[in-house]
Nanobody
């Protein structure tokens, strides 16, 4: 069982930045691929970014490419999402997710563990 706890959300003006963190409660964190998803009110949960277990491979959704950066620190059991040049359409609850697969999954159903989410609100 893996517990994931997100933090770092908040209210920011358009054009600003936020850095989200997701701490995992497992000693085998380095075995998991990690991802960030988000869900806006009335919309389905959507993929944002993925990072491989080693951190050497990342993949971003087109909507955040060039603005968001996913990273991880396996020594701290933590994955991060640096969000720059935020837009009002980035407003959502952001979730981190863990997956033991070596493949890069972008659908929520592929992930085994989820955090409780952290709210990000971007004011225009």
């Amino acid at each position: 069982q893996v517990q994931l706890v997100e933090s770092g959300g908040g209210l920011v003006q358009a054009g600003g930045s936020l850095k989200l963190s997701c701490a995992a409660s497992t000693r085998t964190f380095s075995r998991y691929s990690m991802a960030w998803f988000r869900q806006a009110p009335g919309k389905e949960r959507e993929f944002v970014s993925h990072i491989s277990w080693s951190g050497t491979s990342t993949y971003d959704a087109d909507s955040v490419k060039g603005r968001f950066t996913i990273s991880r620190d396996n020594a701290k059991n933590t994955v991060y999402l640096q969000m720059n040049s935020l837009k009002s359409e980035d407003t959502a609850v952001y979730y981190c997710a863990a997956d033991l697969s070596v493949f890069r999954h972008i659908t929520p159903a592929e992930y085994d563990y989820w955090g409780q989410g952290t709210q990000v609100t971007v004011s225009s």
